[in-house]
């Protein structure tokens, strides 16, 4: 099993900067990505961003483009959210999740339990 904790969230003034941090653990053989969702309250599941764990590449919702950056450390399979200039509108429960493979079997997705984000003056 492969557990991820985020951390990182809270409370923020509009304008304001947030960074989320979230940690891979457990019996884990090969990561292929990870990544960030949302769900606002009364809203589904939203993605946020995500990047591959071997090259590195990124690809971001058109919602936070240019101002979300989604970073990796290898080393301890960790994952992070820079969000710069938080709008209301990205007040949600931000979860991460895994894309893990084992040597047999077909790759799984994990998630964490959320980490709550609020926006508000």
């Known amino acids: 099993q492969v557990q991820l904790v985020e951390s990182g969230g809270g409370l923020v003034q509009p304008g304001g900067s947030l960074r989320l941090s979230c940690a891979a653990s457990?019996?884990?053989?090969?990561?292929?990505?990870m990544g960030w969702y949302r769900q606002a309250p009364g809203k589904e599941r939203e993605f946020v961003a995500g990047i591959n764990w071997r090259g590195g590449n990124t690809n971001y919702a058109d919602a936070v483009e240019g101002h979300f950056t989604i970073s990796r450390d290898n080393a301890k399979n960790t994952i992070y959210l820079q969000m710069n200039n938080l709008k209301p509108e990205d007040t949600a429960v931000y979860s991460c999740?895994?894309?893990?493979?084992?040597?047999?079997?077909?790759?799984?997705?994990?998630w964490g339990q959320g980490t709550q984000v609020t926006v508000s003056s």
């Open positions: 457990g019996s884990i053989f090969r990561i292929n990505a």
């Open positions: 999740n895994v894309n893990h493979k084992y040597a047999l079997g077909p790759a799984r997705n994990y």
